[in-house]
T-cell receptor
């Protein structure tokens, strides 16, 4: 059973471009969480999604950021018109549809904005 | 609002030494607490998870304790090895409606010198 997969692992974008980060949860998992780790900071919750539903996006910046988890395919975190301050590691975690104690983390995508 | 603090921010020890990493949290109404390891440029590896009703958990050379009433947890590493060098993260899951969110500390960067 493959773990949580994220791609790309490293992404370089120029200011003003769009960044798309993908997360494939573990098999059988239908809940996805995105966290952001800014330099010298702890991981911070961004958004919680279930298939085709955004459950909690309270940690998402109000502008330029969006997330989706379609019925088929990976979850996508989209950042429009990236700025230098978006440079960070973005981690995805997943959990199964029944309540469990743990979220299982992917390897992260490291976004660098030049 | 839950806040997690980890002390020290960095620690350097000689190989073979026993050491303690500290984590404190402001809201004692937690569901569980988890210790992770993060290697440079890599994802998160879960080390130990302590339920709110538990006092400690052990795995090999690692022992984590939890004092919920005082808002503290410690991670004890026995007989440290160079391979233990990494950043150690503490994360809590707070009880209540948003109990799916993990709140992370900034981590302790551990260096074990041969």
């Amino acid at each position: 059973n493959a773990g949580v997969m994220q791609n790309p692992r490293h992404l370089v974008r120029r200011r003003g471009q769009e960044a798309r980060l993908r997360c494939s949860p573990m098999k059988g998992h239908s809940h996805v969480y995105w966290y952001r780790q800014l330099p010298e900071e702890g991981l911070k919750f961004m958004v919680y999604l279930q298939k085709e539903n955004i459950i909690d996006e309270s940690g998402m910046p109000k502008e330029r950021f969006s997330a989706e988890f379609p019925k088929e395919g990976p979850s996508i975190l989209r950042i429009q018109q990236v700025v230098r301050g978006d440079s960070a590691a973005y981690f995805c975690a997943s959990s199964p549809p029944v309540w469990v104690d743990e979220q299982y983390f992917g390897p992260g995508t490291r976004l660098t904005v030049t | 609002k839950q806040e997690v603090t980890q002390i020290p921010a960095a620690l350097s020890v000689p190989e073979g030494e026993n050491l303690v990493l500290n984590c404190s949290f402001t809201d004692s109404a937690i569901y569980n607490l988890q210790w992770f390891r993060q290697d440079p440029g890599k994802g998160l590896t879960s080390l130990l998870l302590i339920q709110s009703s538990q006092r400690e958990q052990t795995s090999g050379r690692l022992n984590a304790s939890l004092d919920k009433s005082s808002g503290r947890s410690t991670l004890y590493i026995a007989a440290s090895q160079p391979g233990d060098s990494a950043t150690y993260l503490c994360a809590v899951r707070t009880s209540g409606g948003s109990n799916y969110k993990l709140t992370f500390g900034k981590g302790t960067l551990l260096t074990v010198n041969p």
